[in-house]
């Protein structure tokens, strides 16, 4: 009884703080990381965009038009962007970038997951065909080119679609590694974990793909109050293939659930209601927790929204790191200090909560997170570009000798080499 009053009055508390962010300026926050959202990529680098027969992209599309809304499809805009780009160059002898665009999510099962399988078939037939028809790929294997892959394990081409115990995804997919013809090459990806072997160390990390015009059409008025402190909407097991919830989010999920489902300051559901997004511009704290992979479109939605993201992920790398201030805009909380959210939550201080709203509230801390289209200055596009440009001037040593060769075209799995 004694807990549960305490919760009503922190509520309460948490309200009525809550309320003056509206009344408040929005905050910038002083150094490179406010700078870097500005940065203009235009004038410092230059991309050819290789010119692919159809069947690697736009004929995948049109099977499936699904493909545009879901989580991956930042590979699909990102070409179409570079297309209409003042980065993009038509005469490859000045590249300094090289883009090969692809589609290796575009393959849908009929409730919508992408299908892993044939994808590094198709990356290993389209880099066949550009190093056979152009000079480019040979000479540096790829150090100058970048690829769009934003599968759950990157450039390792695996999804958690099917799972059981004994055949754990991500175990295929660290025992399979990243794709052999691309360990040269810059990879733009969703996955980021440090120290695993799926995420390269010169890879861009981006966030996962959100529909912003489908967001903006729930924005509510901001005077309304964040009259919900913890919210959260997903599974906390997997019921089909993990139904103890002990591999699933390493745990954390069923941490979440078992310990705050009754809890009157967390306002917590399996349920996916129509006025999710309103919930979230009415909330303080949206817990982003690692599902099968350590990030979820959660992250983008907290920000486009201004709810505080509580990112639940150890060794998380998160979208623009260089770029996005998130120690000042989230709250993190390792995997193991789950059972006491409410306890590091409560004891935030209202002032630092006010500033990381204000934070949230700059545009542009939102564009930064988002695939606008038309693109925007700052957008997500151009921190790609902004992490490409960062990577210039490339280094001589990339450049191979006559002759020379560095990668193995037939490494890895025997199913890889079949043609596609």
Not at 226 to 231: D, L, Q, T
Not at 313 to 325: E, G
Request: glycine share 4%; net charge neutral.
């Amino acid at each position: 009884m004694i807990r549960s009053s305490l919760s009503v009055i922190l509520l309460f508390l948490f309200f009525s703080a809550s309320s003056a962010e509206h009344n408040a300026r929005t905050e910038r926050i002083s150094g490179s990381a406010g700078d870097v959202l500005e940065d203009n990529p235009v004038g410092r680098l230059k991309v050819y965009v290789y010119d692919l027969p159809s069947k690697y992209n736009k004929k995948l599309l049109q099977k499936d038009p699904r493909c545009l809304t879901h989580m991956f499809a930042a590979e699909i805009f990102m070409h179409r962007f570079l297309l209409s780009s003042p980065v993009r160059t038509r005469n490859p002898d000045e590249a300094d970038w090289f883009y090969t665009p692809i589609y290796p999510t575009c393959d849908l099962t009929p409730t919508g997951l992408p299908l892993p399988f044939k994808s590094p078939r198709m990356m290993r037939s389209a880099i066949q065909l550009i190093s056979s028809n152009w000079p480019y790929w040979n000479r540096t294997e790829g150090a100058d080119h970048f690829f769009v892959v934003p599968h759950d394990f990157g450039a390792c081409f695996h999804y958690q679609v099917e799972f059981n115990l004994d055949t754990k995804q991500e175990e295929k997919a660290i025992k399979r590694g990243i794709l052999p013809l691309l360990q040269r090459a810059t990879l733009v990806q969703t996955f980021g974990q440090r120290n695993h072997v799926c995420l390269d160390q010169g890879s861009i990390t981006i966030p996962p793909f959100a529909p912003p015009q489908k967001m903006q059409a729930h924005y509510i008025p901001p005077d309304i109050p964040r009259s919900i402190f913890v919210y959260f909407r997903g599974l906390f097991y997997d019921v089909n293939n993990d139904p103890e919830g002990g591999y699933y989010a390493r745990g954390a999920r069923a941490a979440v659930w078992e310990n705050f489902k009754n809890n009157p300051l967390f306002d917590i559901s399996t349920d996916h209601p129509t006025t999710y997004y309103e919930d979230m511009q009415r909330s303080i704290f949206c817990l982003c927790p690692l599902g099968w992979a350590p990030w979820s479109p959660r992250l983008v939605e907290a920000v486009v929204f201004g709810c505080i993201p509580v990112i639940i992920a150890d060794d998380i790398v998160l979208p623009f790191a260089d770029a996005i201030p998130w120690e000042e805009i989230g709250v993190f909380v390792a995997e193991k200090d789950v059972p006491k959210l409410d306890t590091i939550l409560t004891s935030i201080p209202t002032e630092v909560i006010l500033r990381k709203q204000r934070l949230l509230a700059n545009p542009s801390m939102k564009r930064a997170m988002l695939f606008p289209q038309p693109a925007q200055p700052g957008d997500a596009f151009h921190q790609i570009l902004n992490g490409l440009a960062r990577k210039l001037p490339h280094d001589r040593s990339i450049y191979l000798r006559e002759g020379e060769k560095v990668l193995n075209w037939t490494a890895g799995p025997v199913g890889d080499l079949k043609p596609w």
